[in-house]
């Protein structure tokens, strides 16, 4: 049976008369990986910031499980999801600084040993705990980053085109990586990709967006068989991008 890690209630998101999302209903599925597909402008950076309370909605509810995502204390928020994103903000500091600020946020110290489990989980070397983060490959500082969320040890994580500024031997490490975190930890994976075969090879569900709107929410081998115009000709145009 499939649970709820993240439900949508008739969101949407207002801005200066805008309407940026309007309303979305749907689920994200505890322990699965949803990929967030649509073109630019869609609207999915802003509806994964509402889902760990960066943004809130202007109308609707969203739940995370069976609580109302406004009665869950921000920084608790933060910690059971976690996000990453393309950019990767790090400090100007060492790697194992960067890795302890989640825990210095809640006034708590990570140890040496602890934070070489997590370099250890997402494929760094003990050597790159001193090393200053500044320094690091591409695909290091996302390795970082990600294991940055796993100090919160987050059921719920948010990527918002992580591997976007990535050669391809490194979107295939972070690809796995995440499938790793997926498989073997059970974390509930929320992944907007521009990368149309990165939705499609990744994601157990996929969504839609277009215009603020969830044009559809399905299995992912049933949206890309999707009977939905609006589906058909964006997947056909960035298939053949
Ligand atoms: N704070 C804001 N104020 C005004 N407009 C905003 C704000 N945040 C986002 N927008 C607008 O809302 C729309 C959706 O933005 P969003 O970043 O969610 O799109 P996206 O689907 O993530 O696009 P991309 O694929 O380019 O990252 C865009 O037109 C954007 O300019
Ligand atoms: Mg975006």
Known sequence: MLQHAITFNHVSFEINQMNLLKNISGTFYKGHITTLIGP??????????????????????????????????????????????QSAPLLKNSVYENLALPRKLQEQKLSKEEALSFLQAVGLGANFLMREAADLSGG??????????????????LLDEITSALDPKSVREIEDLVVQLNEKYGVTIIWITHNIEQAKKLGHFTWMLKEGQLIEAAATDALFQSENPVVQSFIQREVAL
Do not use: F
């Not at 202007?58 to 996000?83: A, C, D, K």
């Not at 290091?140 to 987050?154: F, G, H, W, Y």
């Open 140 to 157: 290091q500082k996302q390795k970082l980053s990600i294991a940055r969320t796993l100090v919160n040890q987050s059921e719920v994580l």
């Open 40 to 85: 630019s402008g869609a609207g999915k950076t802003t509806l994964l910031k509402m889902c760990n309370g960066l943004i809130s909605a202007s109308q609707g509810q969203i739940m995370i499980e069976q609580e109302q995502i406004e009665r869950i204390e921000p920084t608790v928020l933060r910690r059971r999801v976690g996000i990453a994103l």
